[in-house]
């Protein structure tokens, strides 16, 4: 990795579908992350398949594009607003990809961001093998450093126990 590349010279790129686990990536970056940082929050969408969960109440034909685009526009800036409240200076971004992966990965690399930052939705086993998982892929298809924010349940296994459960 270059020293600029290190000292964080790119925008991060937030991979922001809606969704909770999204919210506590953004977090998670604000917390990590240095303050004041460049961000472009990404909601990568398609027809049919909408991809994220819009933020607003309208109406959204999924079959529509215009609608679909309308949509992810909101989700990107919604996501936008979380992470200016954790201290980036943000924009939003949507964008039309398929798979979503690639969608954040080709955005990474055409903005030359120093880290990608994504909420991973855990999907393990035979379910994670058929849907896939769009954080494992934009880690194996990137060269750009990926911060992936999991969540965790911190119950502990016994009352005695303060170990957490994975």
Not at 31 to 50: E, I, K, N, S
Not at 82 to 109: R, Y
Request: aromatic share 4%.
């Amino acid at each position: 990795m270059s020293p600029a590349r290190a000292a964080g010279s790119g925008p991060v790129v937030i991979a922001y579908d809606g969704s909770d686990l999204a919210k506590l990536a953004i977090d998670e970056a604000g917390d990590l992350l240095a303050h004041g940082r460049d961000a472009l929050v990404v909601c990568v969408w398609q027809p049919f398949d909408v991809g994220f969960v819009p933020v607003d109440e309208a109406p959204l034909d999924a079959k529509s594009a215009a609608d679909v685009r309308t949509a992810a526009e909101h989700t990107a800036a919604a996501g936008a607003g979380l992470a200016e409240a954790v201290g980036f200076h943000a924009q939003p971004l949507e964008v039309e990809a398929s798979p979503t992966w690639k969608g954040i990965v080709e955005v990474a690399e055409d903005r030359q961001a120093s880290v990608i930052v994504l909420g991973s939705h855990g999907r393990r086993g035979l379910t994670g093998r058929v849907l896939g998982s769009v954080a494992g892929a934009v880690a194996d298809h990137s060269q750009r450093t990926v911060l992936i924010a999991h969540h965790h349940d911190y119950r502990s296994t016994s009352q005695s126990s303060g170990t957490p459960r994975s």
